[in-house]
Antibody, heavy 120, light 107 residues
Framework: EVQLLESGGGLVQPGGSLRLSCAASGFTFSSYAMNWVRQAPGKGLEWVSAISGSGGSTYYADSVKGRFAISRDNSNNTLYLQMNSLRAEDTAVYYC?????????????WGQGTLVTVSS | DIQMTQSPSSLSASVGDRVTITCRASQGISNSLAWYQQKPGKAPKLLLYAASRLESGVPSRFSGSGSGTDYTLTISSLQPEDFATYYCQQYDSMPLTFGGGTKVENK
């Protein structure tokens, strides 16, 4: 069974940094692109970033480009999101989600999410 | 960026009703469309991809259709467990984008 478990969320001040992790199991991690998708409280879904199976290709939404960095450790089956220069509008539940192959497409499954709150 | 517009934003329906949700893309997306269901406090769950292909384990009362810019999710006979919010997502081009969601409520 595929499992994705996010961690690393919490309360951070504006301008601060946070690193999210997503531990994956139940599939050949390096064979699949991975994604981060977020959802602000009471709002819809927003794709944030994606990374290819090898880690050689990365993609970002304009809203986080230059501030967030996606990476992966295929030896430890873990996906990361380094978030810098955080803003109040980055407050959201962050989900990691597996792509259907080693390409950016649709997402299945999703992790349970980790809440990031940016506030002073 | 491709804008995805869902309609309606909410609807009220009863168990057994046929429910239709529409998703319109700002440009053609060549059937590169997925549908998700999200219940309160839970992660989204994939229902369909490639506009009409049912994800494994998803009940056959869910179906998808469409082409070009206009796509539809249909629930043929609404069940109690189907009250939720539904999102469409295009993956034709980056950045990946979602519709605003449709909340299906109990009438």
């Amino acid at each position: 069974e595929v499992q994705l478990l996010e961690s690393g969320g919490g309360l951070v001040q504006p301008g601060g940094s946070l690193r999210l992790s997503c531990a994956a199991s139940g599939f050949t991690f390096s064979s699949y692109a991975m994604n981060w998708v977020r959802q602000a409280p009471g709002k819809g879904l927003e794709w944030v970033s994606a990374i290819s199976g090898s880690g050689g290709s990365t993609y970002y939404a304009d809203s986080v480009k230059g501030r967030f960095a996606i990476s992966r450790d295929n030896s430890n089956n873990t996906l990361y999101l380094q978030m810098n220069s955080l803003r109040a509008e980055d407050t959201a539940v962050y989900y990691c989600a597996k792509s259907y192959g080693d390409y950016v497409g649709w997402f299945a499954p999703w992790g349970q999410g980790t809440l990031v709150t940016v506030s002073s | 960026d491709i804008q995805m517009t869902q309609s309606p934003s909410s609807l009220s329906a009863s168990v057994g009703d046929r429910v239709t949700i529409t998703c319109r893309a700002s440009q053609g997306i060549s059937n590169s469309l997925a549908w998700y269901q999200q219940k309160p406090g839970k992660a989204p769950k994939l229902l369909l991809y490639a506009a009409s292909r049912l994800e494994s384990g998803v009940p056959s009362r869910f179906s998808g259709s469409g082409s070009g810019t206009d796509y539809t999710l249909t629930i043929s006979s609404l069940q109690p467990e189907d009250f939720a919010t539904y999102y469409c997502q295009q993956y034709d081009s980056m950045p990946l984008t979602f519709g605003g969601g449709t909340k299906v409520e109990n009438k």
